[in-house]
C-alpha cells in the first residue's frame, strides 16, 4: 500500500482546505486531561477535526509504553466526540518522530493544512526533538498549557528562538489557516492528572496485571 493509501485509511475524511489537529504521544494511558485539552484546541484554535496520533515508542522515554494495541482501545473507548478520532497511523508509517510523520502526512495531503498540537511541558522540551526547528517551520504549533508547566514553557530555547512567530491568545482562532512558522500558547482549563500519576497509583497495570480501565478509574479518583 502507497503512502498516501495508508494515510487515507488511518486518517479517513479529511479533505484539502481542512484545519486537522493533530496531538501526537504515548497515551499510556489516555485520560481525561487528553480529551480536555482536545476539545479546548477544536474551539480554540478553529480546527475542523483532531486526530490523537498514538505513537508506537517515545524516543526521549526510557521504558517502553503498553502495547499499541491496547492504548489504542483504551483511547478509542475515551472518546466520544465526533471531529476527535484515534489514529495508529505512525506504526503503519514506520515513522518514529514527529518531523518524519509530518512529512508523510503532508506529501499524502498537500491540501490539507495540518496544525501539530502539544502539552506545554512538551514545549519546555521541544529543542529536543528531532529536526523541531522543521515542524515549527511547515507547520502551525498550538501549545495548551498544563498546570505548573507554563513558566518553564514559555522561557524554553523553542519559545525564545520563535517569539517573533507567537501569536496572541486572542488570535488563536486563526491558527489552523495560519502559515507557518506560527504558534499560539493558550491557557485553558484542564484537568490536573498525568498518565504518570495513573500508572504510579495502578490503574495502568501491565498486561501481565490486573488492570483497570482508564475511564473507570478516573471516574471513581
Not at 78 to 98: F, Q
Not at 138 to 152: F, H, Y
Not at 161 to 168: D, E, F, P, S, V
Request: hydrophobic share 40%; glycine share 8%.
Amino acid at each position: 500500500m502507497c503512502i498516501k493509501a495508508r494515510v487515507t485509511h488511518h486518517l479517513p475524511h479529511i479533505r484539502p482546505g481542512q484545519s486537522v489537529g493533530l496531538l501526537g504521544g504515548s497515551f499510556d494511558p489516555p485520560h481525561l486531561g487528553h480529551v480536555a485539552i482536545s476539545e479546548a484546541a477544536l474551539r480554540r484554535f478553529g480546527l475542523d477535526q483532531l486526530f490523537w496520533l498514538v505513537s508506537p515508542g517515545n524516543p526521549l522515554k526510557e521504558n517502553a509504553p503498553a502495547a499499541l494495541d491496547r492504548r489504542i482501545e483504551a483511547a478509542r473507548g475515551m472518546l466520544d466526540h465526533p471531529r476527535i478520532k484515534v489514529s495508529d497511523i505512525e506504526a503503519h508509517l514506520g515513522t518514529r518522530y514527529t518531523a518524519e510523520t509530518l512529512r508523510a502526512l503532508r506529501r499524502a495531503h498537500p491540501g490539507v493544512r495540518f496544525v501539530w498540537l502539544m502539552g506545554a511541558d512538551n514545549l519546555a522540551q521541544f529543542h529536543r526533538w528531532k529536526d523541531w526547528r522543521e515542524i515549527l517551520e511547515t507547520v502551525p504549533v498550538g501549545v495548551l498549557a498544563r498546570p505548573g508547566d507554563r513558566i518553564r514553557a514559555r522561557l524554553s530555547p523553542a519559545a525564545r528562538i520563535y517569539r517573533h512567530a507567537k501569536m496572541k491568545g486572542r488570535a488563536s482562532q486563526q491558527l489552523g489557516r495560519a502559515k507557518a512558522p506560527a504558534w499560539c500558547f493558550l491557557n485553558v482549563p484542564m484537568v490536573d492528572l498525568s498518565s504518570s500519576e495513573i500508572r504510579a497509583r495502578g490503574d495502568w497495570a501491565r498486561e501481565d496485571q490486573n488492570a483497570t480501565d482508564p475511564a473507570q478509574a478516573e471516574k471513581r479518583a
